[in-house]
């Protein structure tokens, strides 16, 4: 399976921006999704966004508007672009690729908003 690893997370404050990269060890060109999720503890893993290979979004309702996801077939990298942050985006953030054959996911990189 395709290897993924996340990067970009860190600490920032409310309000503040991230940008969250996911490179992929080959070509994300055929993967049917890409997709970013996230867990915080004590909850359950939850999509935030995620991209077709027809280039197709899907936003969680929690961050319509200051979410943006992305994908650069060239450089095999899926990016999740999360402005006006807030202290409630505080997870771990995964990448997965998933297709009929396909259900890959990277470790995950933190993300922590302060209040």
């Known amino acids: 399976q395709v290897q993924l690893v996340e990067s970009g997370g860190g600490l920032v404050q409310a309000g503040g921006s991230l940008r969250l990269s996911c490179a992929a060890s080959?070509?994300?060109?055929?993967?049917?999704?890409m997709g970013w999720y996230r867990q915080a503890p004590g909850k359950q893993r939850e999509l935030v966004a995620s991209?077709?290979?027809?280039?197709?979004?899907n936003y969680a309702e929690s961050v319509k508007g200051r979410v943006t996801i992305s994908r650069d077939n060239a450089k095999n990298t899926v990016y999740l672009q999360m402005n006006s942050l807030k202290p409630e985006d505080t997870a771990v953030y995964y990448c997965?690729?998933?297709?009929?054959?396909?259900?890959?996911w990277g470790r995950g990189t933190q993300v922590t908003v302060s209040s």
């Open positions: 991209i077709t290979s027809g280039g197709s979004t």
């Open positions: 997965n690729a998933f297709s009929p054959w396909i259900n890959s």
């Open positions: 080959g070509s994300i060109f055929s993967i049917s999704v």
